[in-house]
């Protein structure tokens, strides 16, 4: 059975919300998934003055547990086009990990939400793939046998990088069913990979 982490940052509930259905898909294909979150960077006093979701079940992962899993699927919202800055700091602890190889030849994949349609979901994926090429994880996307990303008839994220959602401008929009049809598949997807690398 493959052991895959679902590690994100969310400062709005979005992105916690792609997290647990990316771990629905991976346990639906039979995986021992665990739900993990970044350290927040800022105090107690600017998350809740900026109406950050502070309470969130996820435990707190910690960098040095990350080669204990087959899989690694990350979640972060965008922030000027790329990753945010939780985890980003997160991933900056982790060299001890990449001198000794730890990560070489596990899985990574990344999703990602965005205020706008073009608020940088792809350049969030696309950026953070070098860090995972660094480390020696093999990436997988979100190829286009998830067909729900393919049609035009309503607004939403997706993209062979990875599952997204769109929050709107104000937070206020919500991952749609299709949005979070993706997230699974992703899960799935990279779940079914796992299962034959690692069996």
């Keep these: 059975m493959a052991k895959i982490l679902v590690l ?4 709005y509930g979005h992105i916690e919300t792609m997290a647990h259905a990316v771990t629905d898909g991976a346990r639906s294909e039979g995986a021992d998934v665990a739900v993990k979150r970044v350290p927040e960077l800022f ?4 998350c809740v003055s900026r109406g950050y979701k502070t309470e969130q079940a ?7 547990e990350l080669d204990q899993y ?4 990350f979640g972060s919202g965008t922030r000027f086009g790329t990753v945010t800055a939780q985890l980003r700091h997160f991933i900056d602890q982790t060299g001890g990990l990449w001198a000794q190889g730890k990560l070489v030849g596990k ?5 990602t939400s965005s205020g706008t349609q073009h608020g940088g979901q792809e ?16 990436v997988v996307g979100l190829p286009y046998a998830f067909a729900g990303q393919t049609g035009v ?10 599952a997204s959602t769109i929050a709107g401008a104000d937070g206020s929009r919500q991952p749609s069913p299709i949005e979070l049809d993706g997230a699974r598949f992703q899960g799935a997807h990279v779940a079914r990979i796992a299962a034959r690398m690692f069996a």
């Design 58 to 64: 996820a435990p707190v992962a910690s960098p040095s």
């Design 8 to 11: 994100y940052y969310s400062a």
């Design 70 to 73: 087959d899989a690694i699927i």
């Design 153 to 162: 008839e309503e607004v939403k994220g997706g993209s062979p990088y990875g």
């Design 107 to 111: 899985i990574g994949s990344v999703f």
């Design 123 to 138: 350049t969030t994926i696309l950026g953070f793939v070098p860090t995972l090429l660094h480390h020696g994880m093999v």
């Design 43 to 46: 105090s107690d006093e600017f």
